[in-house]
């Protein structure tokens, strides 16, 4: 079974502090994800990782970044806290095969809030 | 871009099948379909993934008729534990403009 973690399930932070999630999967997967979670917006993608130390933004990268250092680690870094980055934060990886039916596993979150 | 289109919200009663319905109208020639379930306070799970025709595995089945503009996830003879958000999806990996959760089908089961 692949096994995606998660550094923490809940956080609390206060404005401006500088906010490292972590996410490790140990099935050699290729591809990381990272995505937050609102209510009535569903999950939306934040980076993506298709290989060690590449990246891509996806659709809200704004006020994050993101270090793939090691193929099983994908770290979502917040520069200045801001409380509307208070959200759920989701990490997923997939196999990187390629191939159009290849799917996510995903972790079991981290509930982030900023005061 | 591969929208799709869910019923907010369902109720369903311990026992019933449960159809959920998703619209895709613009899905591509190789797109397929993949159907997560998530329970509160935890990350999405995979159900059930097909391209054409029906799929069915130990958890549900999926009907996907011949134009592939829509498709139904079907739970049969669901119990409290059921209680999720159901999400589909429709595109691959790795192409931002299709990693699209939207907000998923509320289902509520009753015993």
């Known amino acids: 079974d692949v096994k995606v973690t998660q550094s923490s399930r809940y956080l609390v932070k206060r404005t401006g502090e500088k906010v490292f999630l972590e996410c490790v999967q140990d099935m050699d997967h290729e591809n990381m994800f990272w995505y937050r979670q609102d209510p009535g917006l569903g999950l939306r993608l934040i980076y993506f990782?298709?290989?060690?130390?590449?990246?891509e933004k996806g659709d809200i990268p704004e006020g994050y970044s993101v270090s793939r250092e090691k193929k099983e680690r994908f770290s979502l870094i917040l520069e200045s806290a801001s409380t509307n980055q208070t959200s759920m934060y989701l990490c997923?990886?997939?196999?990187?095969?390629?191939?159009?039916?290849?799917?996510?596993?995903f972790g079991p979150g981290t509930r982030l809030l900023v005061l | 871009l591969a929208k799709t289109t869910q019923p907010i919200s369902m109720d369903s009663y311990e026992g019933q099948e449960v159809n959920i319905t998703c619209s895709h109208n613009n899905i591509a020639t190789n797109d397929y379909i993949t159907w997560y379930q998530q329970f509160p306070s935890q990350g999405p799970r995979f159900i059930i993934q097909g391209y054409k025709t029906k799929v069915t595995n130990e958890v549900a089945s999926l009907f996907i008729p011949a134009d592939r503009k829509s498709s139904t996830l079907s739970l049969p003879r669901v119990s409290l534990s059921d209680t999720a958000v159901y999400y589909c999806?429709?595109?691959?990996?790795?192409?931002?403009?299709?990693?699209?959760f939207g907000t998923g089908t509320r289902l509520q089961v009753f015993p």
């Open positions: 997923a990886s997939s196999l990187g095969s390629g191939a159009a039916q290849e799917t996510q596993y």
């Open positions: 999806l429709v595109g691959r990996l790795l192409n931002t403009d299709k990693l699209i």
């Open positions: 990782s298709y290989d060690v130390k590449m990246k």
